[in-house]
């Protein structure tokens, strides 16, 4: 593969990744929004399933920001 080649690919991945964590925030906004709403008390249940999102919103967070470096270099080749 070319370094071009890569870098569009590393590129694409990172859109993809962005469409993701954009939906996880839009997904975690409405759930909170609608428990506020219904004036519900989390649950056990609840609160594992918004710290896994929450984790999961990190993790793209920090892959986003790994790639974006990554493609800097690659463009600029300096570190």
Do not use: C, H, V
């Not at 939906?23 to 609608?34: G, H």
Request: glycine fraction near 2%.
């Amino acid at each position: 593969m070319t370094n071009l080649t890569k870098i569009l690919q590393k590129q694409k991945t990172l859109e993809m990744e962005i469409k993701k964590y954009r939906r996880l925030l839009e997904q975690r906004f409405e759930l909170l929004q609608l428990r506020e709403e219904l004036q519900i008390k989390p649950d056990a249940e609840d609160i594992k399933f918004l710290k896994s999102l929450n984790e999961s919103i990190a993790n793209i967070e920090q892959r986003i920001t790994a790639t974006k470096r990554t493609l800097s270099i690659r463009r600029t080749g300096k570190r």
